[in-house]
């Protein structure tokens, strides 16, 4: 039997409002592999990750998860993914430290790493009890990231991560995100970096829309 991608979009499409804005998405990633989405401000990545992670349900198409469709294995695709949004999704009357606790608390799958160790990873240590109200918008953003340290799962869906962060930010993010591909994770990232990765295609949203590079 052949071997399935661990991820795979056929045909997906999406409309608002009897408007089109996303069609004839077609995706394939293997363990280890990343897909870098690109396109111009409204060309619809937001709403594309959005669709991968089952926030959004699509107007068409499919999407499959080691071979069976997501609506099938709900439970494990689910438990197997990690959303980061443009927005950091942090909680400004919350210290760091009590931000990323709940955030683990609600990941299915996470390793033993301590929080304080994550989110001195990240460059917030001595900022661990400090309310986020208090705290730049590039450190909201190392918050989160920090849950990349700590989780197990195996996909990876990123929007514009590298926002508010410094070079030493983009330069952690990286490394992390190649040691995710090293152990057979798959990412799929809206980013306008240039990254240097192994195994990274881009995925282009301009028009024509859905063309791999």
């Known amino acids: 039997m052949p071997h399935s991608p661990l991820l795979k979009v056929e045909n997906l499409a999406f409309e608002r409002d009897d408007n089109s804005v996303l069609e004839n998405i077609d995706l394939s990633l293997n363990s280890g592999e990343i897909i870098q989405i690109e396109g111009a401000n409204g060309s619809g990545k937001t709403t594309l990750l959005r669709l991968l992670t089952s926030a959004l349900q699509p107007s068409a198409g499919n999407i499959f998860y080691k071979g069976s469709p997501i609506g099938e294995c709900r439970y494990q695709y689910l438990s197997d993914m990690l959303y980061i949004g443009h927005q950091p999704a942090v909680k400004l009357t919350l210290t760091a430290e009590e931000n990323l606790r709940w955030m683990v608390n609600s990941s299915a799958k996470t390793n033993q790493l301590s929080i304080a160790d994550a989110l001195a990873g990240v460059g917030l240590a001595g900022y ?3 309310p986020c109200y208090t705290l730049s918008a590039g450190q909201h953003r190392r918050v989160a990231l920090a849950r990349l340290l700590i989780s197990e799962a195996a996909l990876w869906y990123l929007d514009e991560p590298f926002t508010a962060i410094d070079k030493q930010g983009v330069s952690f993010l ?16 809206s980013s306008h970096q240039d990254l240097a990765l192994n195994n990274l295609r881009k995925y282009s949203l301009n028009p024509p829309a859905g063309q791999v590079q």
């Open 174 to 189: 990286e490394s992390r995100l190649q040691e995710h591909l090293d152990s057979g994770g798959v990412v799929v990232l």
């Open 128 to 130: 661990s009890d400090i």
